[in-house]
Every structure is written in structure tokens, then in C-alpha cells.
């Protein structure tokens, strides 16, 4: 038990105080020659292949048991080796019926990443996926010369489906590792959901003339951003100041608070938006038009979500309370369970650091509150908090190991 907690805290000092400026590392062209003339298939044919599938034949290189999971627009592999997935397009080829799928493969905490192609032959099952019918599905591969097939093994349990955990990106996915797109941005708005995450954890700051930009440093900084023409805190320049004179890491731009939630509800299937309230002042004055806004465009378009402001100090709960209105909406307290029940919190956000709280978060539970534990990387302390944890959500870089464990363990 000691060495597990001077483990905890070591990981807590290098994740607070050891962030440094990762390297952008898009993910590689693929080759999409075989989806040449395949026609578009939904999502919602797709999700029939969601499951559990094992290596049957071929290289073990990217592993041996993957998760299967389907996004709006990609399917994914989520593997028992250090974290691999595999994301990946697809498309019916009429000619011959089957399913053709192109993308990439990486590590989560490596950068090492590659090409690869998929296809299901009519024989291995494409035309029973279109009627819904999996149970002798395969899907076979071919990675840097390297082939491979992945045999549908089994369905989610009804224990992991009914766990709806939340596994929602810290601000991006792998952002302490060379990430694919640089934090709190558009890019990683629209394709976190690839990753595994079904919700984003966003910074927010305030601007001069008030509006609410996604953004985690206090200051601007080359972590983040390429050296420009002016620096010092946000709050100095106005958002045509901001938008006019910087640029992310990666060549975007800064997103707008709005922004960043018109692209959440408008091309992403995610549930949950987590907003990090910076501080400011009259912070929620400003957020409140905009996140009932966004709920009515959610429901314009039958979207089912959750945007949250969290609560992380007493003066951002201090701000809340300057605003009444605000109370209807749903709100994430860090402090404690006791703070969470006073404000009234949706949800309670403790750091990962604090343990197992077994007791609070049955406390949390009984007054029908949620409870996500932030910001768990390391992946046997994901485990750990999984098999003998009650929360329900993570906040994490690396969701693959999330992905995994959900759906294998129960």
C-alpha cells in the first residue's frame, strides 16, 4: 500500500509539473486505393461489428485480443498490446460485396505509427454485417507486407455496455505524447471520437471583450502556441487580437468556446463536454447564452448531450453563485462530495491521486451524483481503479487503454 501511494503521488508531481511541449504528429496518409468506388456505409451498419474479436491467423505484431468500436465515421481496434488502435475508413465494393477499410495504426505512448488496410469478404461475413448477423465474422489484414485476421470472438457484456463509462479526452487525446492535434482545438473536437472517448474535457479562458476561448495555459506560450508578435494573459487581447496574431502548434487557430460546441454537436456522436472554468470574472454571465444555445441545437438535431462547467476553486464557485440562472444547468464540483451536493453539481471531479474514495463516491452515488476520476494515464493504474474502483468516468490522454479494459474485464 505505501509503495502504491508513493507511486500515485509520483505520477501526480510528473503530470502536473512535468508537461512539456510535445511534437505534432499527424497520423500517416493512408492508402485508400481499395476504397476506390465503394459506396458509403452508416454507422449504424457499421456498429453491428462492435465486439470483441482475437487474432485467428497472422502476425501477433499489433496484438492478440482487440476491442472493436464504432465512431460516427471510422471503426476502431483497440489492442491487449501497450495500448496499439487501429482507426480506420471504410466503404462497401459492390463487385465483389465486400467491406474495405484504410487507416493507421499507433501506440498510445509512443509515436511509432503506420499504414495498414482491412476487408471483409463476402465469405468471411460482409453480407451477413449489412443484415446485422456477426457471429462468424473475420476480418483479415495486411500491415507493412505483414498479414493478419481478426475472428469475431464475442459481444460486449451486458455489465460493460451497462457500465456507460465516461471516457472523456483531456483536452485532445495523447497531448503528453506527440498528439495527433494540439489541445483544445477543432481538429480534436472532430476526431477524438475515433480514438474511443465518448466526451472532451475543454479549458476555458476568457478574452477582453468577453468571449470564451478554448485554451489551458494562463499565459500565451510556445507550449502551445508558434511565437508571435504579442504575449502576457489572454484577458489582454481582444478575441480578433487572438485570432488575427495566433496560431496553435499545429496551424490552428484558437476555438471559440461556441465554436468548439457547434463541431461537438454538428459532426460527432460524443456525449459529454466537460468545460474547465479558468476563472475570469463573470465568467458564467458570458457562458450561460452560449451553452443554452448549444442545448437547443443539440436538441434541434435529437442529440442526447451533457455539457458541464466544472467548479474547480471557490472563487469559480464564487462566480457561479453571481449568477442564479446558471443553477438549471449542470455543473462538475472538484473540491469534495460535501461541495458537490451544495452546489447542487451533477457531478463530482476528485484527482486521481486521492484514491479509490469508495465511501464518497457512494456518498456522491446516493444524492445521484456522477462521479470522474481525472487525469488517470498511467495504464495499470487505470486497471487498478477499473476492476476495484466505483466511478463513473475518467478523464485520460490515453483512452485506448480505457477502451480495453471496459469492455474486457466485465
Known amino acids: 500500500m505505501k509503495q502504491l501511494t508513493t507511486n500515485i503521488f509520483l505520477l501526480f508531481f510528473l503530470l502536473c509539473f512535468g508537461c512539456n511541449k510535445s511534437e505534432i504528429i499527424r497520423p500517416p496518409q493512408a492508402d485508400e486505393s481499395n476504397l476506390v468506388a465503394t459506396q458509403a456505409l452508416t454507422d449504424t451498419t457499421m456498429r453491428a461489428m462492435e465486439g470483441i474479436y482475437k487474432l485467428s491467423s497472422g502476425t501477433d505484431v499489433l496484438g492478440k485480443q482487440f476491442v472493436c468500436k464504432v465512431s460516427r465515421f471510422r471503426v476502431s481496434f483497440f489492442s491487449d498490446k501497450e495500448g496499439i488502435f487501429i482507426i480506420l475508413k471504410y466503404g462497401l465494393k459492390v463487385s465483389d460485396s465486400s467491406i474495405q477499410f484504410s487507416g493507421f495504426w499507433r501506440y498510445t505512448e509512443k509515436s511509432e505509427q503506420g499504414k495498414i488496410q482491412f476487408s471483409i469478404s463476402k465469405a468471411n461475413g460482409a453480407t451477413d454485417l449489412l443484415k446485422g448477423i456477426v457471429k462468424n465474422l473475420a476480418v483479415t489484414g495486411v500491415d507493412a507486407g505483414n498479414d493478419m485476421k481478426l475472428q469475431y470472438d464475442r459481444a460486449f457484456s451486458a455489465a460493460a455496455i451497462n457500465k456507460n463509462f465516461m471516457i472523456i479526452a483531456h483536452h485532445g487525446v495523447q497531448t503528453t505524447v506527440d498528439p495527433p492535434y494540439a489541445e483544445n482545438s477543432l481538429l480534436g473536437v472532430l476526431h477524438d471520437e475515433d480514438y474511443g472517448v465518448n466526451g472532451l474535457e475543454f479549458d476555458i479562458r476568457m478574452t477582453k471583450d468577453n468571449v470564451p476561448i478554448c485554451i489551458h495555459d494562463p499565459a500565451i506560450s510556445t507550449r502551445l502556441t508558434v511565437k508571435g508578435p504579442i504575449s502576457g494573459s489572454w484577458d489582454q487581447y481582444t478575441f480578433k487580437t487572438v485570432s488575427d496574431f495566433i496560431t496553435l502548434i499545429d496551424g490552428q487557430k484558437v476555438p471559440t468556446l461556441q465554436e468548439a460546441l457547434n463541431a461537438f454537436i454538428d459532426s460527432t456522436k460524443l456525449t459529454y463536454f466537460w468545460m474547465d472554468i479558468k476563472g475570469n470574472n463573470d465568467v458564467f454571465k458570458y457562458l450561460e447564452p452560449i451553452i443554452r444555445n448549444a442545448y ?30 446558471y443553477a438549471d444547468l449542470p455543473t462538475l464540483c472538484e473540491q469534495s462530495v460535501d461541495r458537490a451536493i451544495e452546489n447542487k453539481s451533477k457531478f463530482y471531479g476528485p484527482r486521481f491521486s486521492q484514491g479509490l474514495l469508495l465511501n464518497d463516491v457512494a456518498k456522491a452515488h446516493s444524492n445521484g451524483i456522477k462521479v470522474i476520476s481525472w487525469t488517470l494515464n498511467d495504464k495499470d493504474l487505470i486497471r487498478n481503479y477499473i476492476q476495484n474502483g466505483q466511478f463513473d468516468g475518467f478523464i485520460t490522454d490515453y483512452p485506448a487503454y480505457v477502451v480495453y479494459d471496459i469492455y474486457t474485464l466485465f
Request: no cysteine; net charge negative; aromatic share 4%.
Open 296 to 325: 437547443q441545437r443539440a436538441a434541434a438535431q435529437k442529440r442526447n448531450v451533457i455539457i458541464f462547467a466544472g467548479l474547480p476553486s471557490d472563487e469559480v464557485i464564487s462566480e457561479l453563485h453571481e449568477q442564479p440562472s
